[in-house]
């Protein structure tokens, strides 16, 4: 596994074989079960794997959430090499953001709700770096998983628009054995708050089981949603959302699928979590 910072000796691997099909997945480092499996995919599915780790300063509206990001490089590396990583780019902030940088990368109607709402200039960030990223790699394809669907929805429109010639693929969420969804935000809970946190999880299940029972109100699935959360002592609800899962529009009525999403605060430790729910109806290929 080879690992570098700048970015003409990752250019200079990733061209070593212009026939190699490349898969790559961007990480902000303080890797999990859920990126493994990122990972894993992309080394069943191409030639060589890139994997990146930079904690992207630009998605961050809150400098203490960036300060106490949690990094542990070595512990990262190690795993990257077990899973047959064969090139990881770790660049400094300025070489990512020279101290002349001015050009940002914005994707617009998807990204004023939910999260985008919540937290002002994040997907600018995002999809800044992504963009970034992608330049630098030039893979054929890409992993994200489905945990931070409102992301994957807007690198799979930045992509679209900006004609990359790269294949988005989006991948299951990985769980907890207790259903909580892997993150590496989790580490920051305390351990009655770790106890609590399941009730995203529960939520969702309560919403989709409503769902399959027949009921296609949105605004009752919601309910649901809210009811879970307030029920739980420690968490304080951001937002729970019913929305249609390709614009992000909020439904009234589930027709064929909707996306359930909600973001909840334990102290200061924020999570976020979806769940798509499909009638039996709909056929996905229409």
Not at 70 to 90: C, Q, S
Request: aromatic letters at 8%; one cysteine or more.
């Amino acid at each position: 596994m080879e690992v570098f910072s700048a970015i003409e000796d990752i250019r200079r691997l990733r061209w070593a074989d212009s026939s190699a099909i490349w898969g790559f997945v961007p990480t902000m480092g303080f890797l999990h079960e859920g990126h493994l499996s990122l990972v894993r995919r992309a080394r069943q599915e191409n030639e060589q794997v890139g994997v990146s780790i930079f904690v992207n300063p630009t998605q961050f509206n809150d400098p203490k959430d960036l300060e106490t990001y949690p990094i542990d490089l070595d512990r990262d590396l190690a795993l990257l090499k077990k899973e047959g990583v064969d090139l990881v780019w770790m660049p400094s902030q300025d070489i990512v953001y020279p101290p002349d940088y001015e050009t940002f990368v914005e994707v617009t109607q998807v990204t004023t709700v939910l999260e985008g709402a919540a937290r002002p200039g994040f997907f600018r960030g995002v999809a800044t770096v992504v963009a970034k990223l992608f330049n630098v790699f030039q893979p054929q394809r890409t992993y994200f998983g489905q945990k931070d669907a409102q992301q994957a929805i807007v690198i799979k429109r930045m992509v679209q628009d900006l004609n990359f010639n790269i294949e988005v693929i989006i991948c299951p969420t990985v769980r907890e054995a207790d259903g909580l969804a892997m993150s590496s935000r989790n580490a920051k809970l305390s351990a009655a708050a770790r106890k609590e946190a399941i009730c995203l999880y529960h939520a969702l299940c309560a919403a989709k089981e409503l769902f399959e029972q027949g009921e296609g109100d949105a605004e009752r699935l919601r309910a649901k949603m809210v009811a879970v959360i307030e029920s739980t002592d420690m968490a304080r609800l951001d937002y729970v959302s019913v929305a249609h899962p390709d614009t992000l529009e909020e439904l009234t009525v589930i027709e064929d699928r909707a996306l359930l999403s909600l973001a909840v605060f334990f102290d200061t430790v924020r999570l976020i979590d979806n769940m798509m729910v499909v009638s039996l109806s709909f056929d996905s290929a229409s």
